[in-house]
């Protein structure tokens, strides 16, 4: 690689990483206020639009590029992106390991 294809490649990632699902099952409404970060989607999800046809514009090209990398087994390249912001995303929430029990 030349040092403009590495500037790009680090400007991808850096895309990826800022760039949430806008819409479904990952989207704002059920990961409020800005959705689920597409690079933390699982593979079954991209899977699914890999089959039926990823969105128009940008986003599809960049579910595209994760579904690859997820594919050949790459997935661990996101995951100085996933340090840097606190982690991977959770899908479900949490759970409750504290219990109290008043009388």
């Not at 989207?27 to 800005?34: L, S, T």
């Amino acid at each position: 690689m030349n040092e403009i294809d590495r500037e790009d490649f680090r400007n991808l990632l850096e895309e990826i990483a800022r760039t949430r699902m806008p819409y479904g099952k990952y989207g704002r409404i059920e990961h409020p206020p800005h959705g689920y970060p597409i690079m933390d989607l699982p593979l079954e999800y991209l899977t699914w639009f890999k089959e039926r046809g990823f969105p128009k514009g940008r986003l599809g090209e960049l579910l595209a590029i994760i579904w690859e990398v997820k594919e050949c087994g790459m997935d661990s390249v996101f995951d100085p992106l996933r340090r840097a912001n606190g982690g991977r995303t959770r899908f479900k929430k949490k759970r409750q390991t504290d219990f109290r029990f008043d009388d």
